[in-house]
C-alpha cells in the first residue's frame, strides 16, 4: 500500500494515523530555521529534565503513599519551570511554597545531578543561558506543558493494555501448567485473564468464548481465580475502558507502578519486559 494510501485506509477504519516528516524537508526560511534550531538545543535538555522530574515525583509519590497531584498542564509547567528557574535570581518563577512535595523531588533529582559535577555544570550553564532568552521561553514551556498532558492522557490510554497482558504472561511463566502449553494457547489464556479483570467479570462466563481453551485442574483454576481478585482490587475504577482511561488517568497509576516493580524484577530473566516511564 503506498504512503498516500495509507491514511485514508486508517481514517475509513476510525484509526490515527502519523506521518512523520523532518523540518529541512517543508522549511524554507534558512534564517528562521536557524533561530528555531537554536532554541530548540536550548530548551530539549529542560523538557528532558522537566519530564524527568514528573516521572520521578509520580513514583516517589507512590512509594511515599503520598497523594499524586493532578497531573494537568499546571504541574507539568511547574515541572519545566522548576529545573530552568531553579536556581539564581530567577527562583521565584518556581513557588516552592505552593508545591512543597514537588519541591522535595526537585531536590532530590538536584541531589542526584549533583554527584555528576559535569552534568551539574552543564545543567547551570543551560539555565543561565534560558534566563537571558526568558522572553520566549514561558511560551515554549506553556506548549510543552500542554503537550506533556495530553501525551500523559495518551500514554496510559495507549499502554494500559498491553502492559497488563505482560504482567500477567510474566505471572503465568511461574506456572507449571502453562510451561509446556503451546503460545498460542497461552496467548489467550492472557487475553482472557486480562478481559476478566479489566471487565470485572468471572473467568468462567468467559471461557466459553475461547475455544481452544479448556477448563484447568481445580488447583490452577483457584490460583487463576485469585489473580483475576488481586488485580480487580488494585487495579483502579471497572470495568476498565478507553474512555475511563482517558477520563482518570492517574487513577491507573498505582497499578502500572506494580506492573512497572514486577517487571524490573524479572529484568534477569530471558526475554525480560520492557521498562517504562510513569510519565512521557
Not at 489467550?188 to 468462567?204: F, K, Y
Request: net charge neutral; hydrophobic share 40%.
Amino acid at each position: 500500500m503506498s504512503t498516500q494510501q495509507q491514511p485514508r485506509e486508517a481514517n475509513k477504519a476510525g484509526r490515527f494515523y502519523n506521518v512523520k516528516s523532518g523540518v529541512n524537508s517543508f522549511f524554507t526560511d534558512e534564517v528562521l530555521l536557524q533561530q528555531i534550531q537554536q532554541a530548540a538545543q536550548l530548551v530539549i535538555p529542560l523538557l528532558v529534565e522537566g519530564n524527568l522530574l514528573a516521572n520521578l515525583h509520580v513514583l516517589r509519590c507512590i512509594e511515599a503513599e503520598e497523594a499524586i497531584p493532578k497531573l494537568d498542564q499546571t504541574f507539568f509547567n511547574r515541572c519545566f519551570y522548576a529545573v530552568s528557574f531553579g536556581t539564581g535570581n530567577q527562583a521565584q518563577q518556581f513557588n516552592k511554597a505552593s508545591a512543597p512535595s514537588l519541591a522535595a523531588t526537585h531536590d532530590t533529582l538536584s541531589e542526584l545531578a549533583s554527584k555528576s559535577p559535569e552534568t551539574r555544570e552543564a545543567h547551570i550553564s543551560k539555565r543561565r543561558e534560558f534566563c537571558t532568552i526568558k522572553s520566549f521561553l514561558k511560551y515554549i514551556l506553556n506548549a510543552a506543558a500542554q503537550m506533556a498532558r495530553v501525551n500523559f492522557d495518551n500514554r496510559i490510554a495507549t499502554n494500559f493494555f498491553t502492559r497488563t497482558r505482560r504482567w500477567i504472561r510474566l505471572q503465568l511463566e511461574h506456572q507449571m501448567h502453562f510451561a509446556d502449553m503451546e503460545g498460542a494457547r497461552v496467548k489467550s489464556w492472557v487475553r482472557l485473564l486480562c478481559r476478566a479483570a479489566t471487565e470485572d467479570s468471572s473467568i468462567w462466563d468467559l471461557l466459553p468464548m475461547y475455544t481452544s481453551l479448556s477448563e484447568p485442574p481445580q488447583h490452577v483454576a483457584t490460583e487463576l481465580e485469585t489473580l483475576v481478585a488481586t488485580m480487580q482490587s488494585l487495579m483502579g475504577p471497572l470495568p476498565v475502558t478507553d474512555e475511563s482511561l482517558r477520563r482518570e488517568p492517574q487513577s491507573y497509576l498505582a497499578w502500572l507502578h506494580i506492573v512497572l516493580a514486577d517487571f524490573q524484577d524479572a529484568q534477569d530473566m530471558p526475554h525480560a519486559p520492557k521498562l517504562f516511564t510513569m510519565t512521557p
